[in-house]
T-cell receptor
C-alpha cells in the first residue's frame, strides 16, 4: 500500500489567498484525521471523519477553515482567506476499526503564508 | 480533562543510556495509550501502545510503564542509539472514539 498521500508537499502563498490541501487515505480505512503542527502549539487535531461524515470539528480554528470528504478516498482542507498565522505543517492521517485505530500519518504539507 | 501532559520538552542522552519520557492524563475514561515517533520531515508513526489492563509492555528496546492509579505512563528507551533521535509524542484516547489526544512532544537527541 502507498500509505496516506498528501498534496502538495509544500505550499507558499500570499495572505488572503485560498489554499486547498488534499489527502488520500489508506484504502479500507474508515477514519480520516486532519492535524496541524507548529512549534508553539504542537500537534493539534483539527477535524476527523468517520465513514466520510465529520464527527468532531471542534479543533477547527475559525470559519476560515473548512474540510470535506466527498468519498472514502479523498478529503480536502481549505483555508480561505489564508493568514500568516496559518503557517504550519498540516498532516492527514487515517485509521480503521479493524486495525485497532492505529493512525497512519501522511508526509504532511508545509504551508507558508507570507 | 482532555489534556495529556508530557515531559520533558527536550532530552539529551548519551549513546547506550536510558531515555525516559513521562506523560500524565486526567480522564479516567481513556483506555488506549500509544506512543508515536516522528523524524524530521516525516509524519508521526506508531511506536508502541498499551491498554490499561497491563502495567508494562515491552517491544525490543522500547518499554511502556503504566500506572493507572497515578494516571501516568512513561516510555523507556534502553540502550539509546543516535538513530533514536526524534520527537516522541504520547497520546491517549477512548479507543472506540478513534480520536487521539496528543501530548506536547519530547525532542530526544542521543549523542554518540
Amino acid at each position: 500500500d502507498a500509505g496516506v498521500i498528501q498534496s502538495p508537499r509544500h505550499e507558499v502563498t500570499e495572505m488572503g489567498q485560498e489554499v486547498t490541501l488534499r489527502c488520500k487515505p489508506i484504502s479500507g480505512h474508515d477514519y480520516l484525521f486532519w492535524y496541524r503542527q507548529t512549534m508553539m502549539r504542537g500537534l493539534e487535531l483539527l477535524i476527523y471523519f468517520n465513514n466520510n461524515v465529520p464527527i468532531d470539528d471542534s479543533g477547527m480554528p475559525e470559519d476560515r477553515f473548512s474540510a470535506k470528504m466527498p468519498n472514502a478516498s479523498f478529503s480536502t482542507l481549505k483555508i480561505q482567506p489564508s493568514e500568516p498565522r496559518d503557517s504550519a505543517v498540516y498532516f492527514c492521517a487515517s485509521s480503521s476499526r479493524t486495525g485497532l485505530y492505529e493512525q497512519y500519518f501522511g508526509p504532511g504539507t508545509r504551508l507558508t503564508v507570507t | 480533562q482532555q489534556q495529556v501532559k508530557q515531559s520533558p520538552q527536550s532530552l539529551i542522552v548519551q549513546k547506550g543510556g536510558i531515555s525516559i519520557i513521562n506523560c500524565a492524563y486526567e480522564n479516567t475514561a481513556f483506555d488506549y495509550f500509544p506512543w508515536y515517533q516522528q523524524f524530521p520531515g516525516k509524519g508521526p508513526a506508531l511506536l508502541i501502545a498499551i491498554r490499561p489492563d497491563v502495567s508494562e509492555k515491552k517491544e525490543g528496546r522500547f518499554t511502556i510503564s503504566f500506572n493507572k492509579s497515578a494516571k501516568q505512563f512513561s516510555l523507556h528507551i534502553m540502550d539509546s542509539q543516535p538513530g533514536d533521535s526524534a520527537t516522541y509524542f504520547c497520546a491517549a484516547s477512548m479507543i472506540w472514539r478513534g480520536k487521539l489526544i496528543f501530548g506536547q512532544g519530547t525532542e530526544l537527541s542521543v549523542k554518540p
